[in-house]
């Protein structure tokens, strides 16, 4: 079976590439600018080439042959998301699909995440909705790339498939290496009001993955997520406890904003990466928990670290 990765250089890209290395999988790994973080040589089923996902004529060739199609590629740390998230998101989404259902690709996986049905709650949890309302450019966008998907796949042969994964959490995760920097300088702040988030562990958001890829009869929406949803708040508190850190300190909301607005605007007049935005900010403040009920069924029965108790060991 031969997949395609797009993103393959990015964090989670990059993962699920290293943990299909040496598998039965023929692995054609497409890179844009950055290279891949490890070596590929080694490996007699992987392959990695170059394509633009803003250029369709390049797309052509890397889609050729390809069974499956899994989708990560993005901009995230950049100023002004608004002026560029509606090209990356939803453009190159429908360059892809074009070029995926044109060589008869049997599945097309987007990455996805819940924030695409607006805020959700544990009582009233993110489903398999495809008429959200999300705040976020990045949660329309993405839900705007979803939609175009199915879409463009509705009667067709080819699977049409988003996974709309909660927050993935472990060693390597930029994210959370970057909140473990900032607590051990006492650097980081959240807001007092609680955000509820759904976490998975690193690995058995890969098994997902890998499941999705493989199942032959993996098709539609599925939310990724592990059995005990907690708030943001509680996440850190913890991560921090567990890293012999203090606690984040906790600010006004509006604090957050101002300084999103004040990096963006650094980061534009610098011409440098921006590790906050004020879309960023509205995004992390919104509480997403999804139902896992399809995840359970088809995908992963049973989690490795059902809950952050048994995943702190990868923190």
């Known amino acids: ?108 996986i987007l990455i996805s995440f819940p924030h695409v049905e607006g805020e959700t709650s544990p009582d009233h949890p993110a489903t398999d909705r495809l008429d959200g309302a999300p705040t976020s450019v990045h949660a329309l966008t993405r839900l705007a790339a979803e939609q175009h998907l199915f879409e463009a796949c509705r009667g067709k042969p080819t699977a049409p498939v988003s996974l709309r994964a909660g927050m993935v959490y472990g060693r390597g995760i930029l994210m959370v290496d970057a909140a473990r920097w900032l607590l051990a300088r006492r650097l980081l702040a959240v807001w007092k009001q609680p955000t509820w988030i759904h976490l998975l562990a690193l690995p058995d958001f890969l098994d997902c993955v890998t499941a999705a890829i493989q199942g032959e009869q993996v098709s539609g929406i599925y939310n990724l997520g592990d059995d005990q949803p907690m708030t943001l708040q509680e996440f850190l508190d913890t991560a921090a406890a567990h890293w012999q850190c203090g606690k984040p300190w906790r600010f ?61 060991v990868l923190l």
């Open 252 to 312: 006004p909301r509006w604090t957050f904003h101002v300084a999103g607005a004040c990096c963006e605007t650094f980061a534009a007049v610098a011409g440098t990466a921006s590790p906050l935005t004020r879309d960023f900010i509205k995004i992390g403040m919104a509480s997403y928990v999804a139902d896992t009920t399809r995840m359970k069924r088809d995908l992963a029965p049973k989690l490795a670290y059902p809950s952050l108790k048994e995943g702190l």
């Open 1 to 108: 079976m031969k997949v395609l990765i797009t993103g393959a250089a990015g964090n989670l890209g990059s993962n699920l590439a290293r943990h299909l290395l040496g598998g039965p999988l023929e692995l054609r790994l497409v890179i844009h600018r950055k290279e891949m973080p490890f070596d590929t040589a080694p490996y007699s089923n992987v392959s990695v080439c170059r394509a633009d996902l803003g250029e369709p004529r390049t797309l052509t060739e890397v889609c050729a042959g390809a069974d499956c199609v899994v989708h990560f590629a993005g901009v995230l740390f950049a100023p002004g998301p608004e002026k560029f998230l509606w090209q990356t998101n939803v453009d190159y989404v429908r360059n892809l699909v074009a070029a995926a259902l044109a060589a008869g690709v049997r599945k097309i």
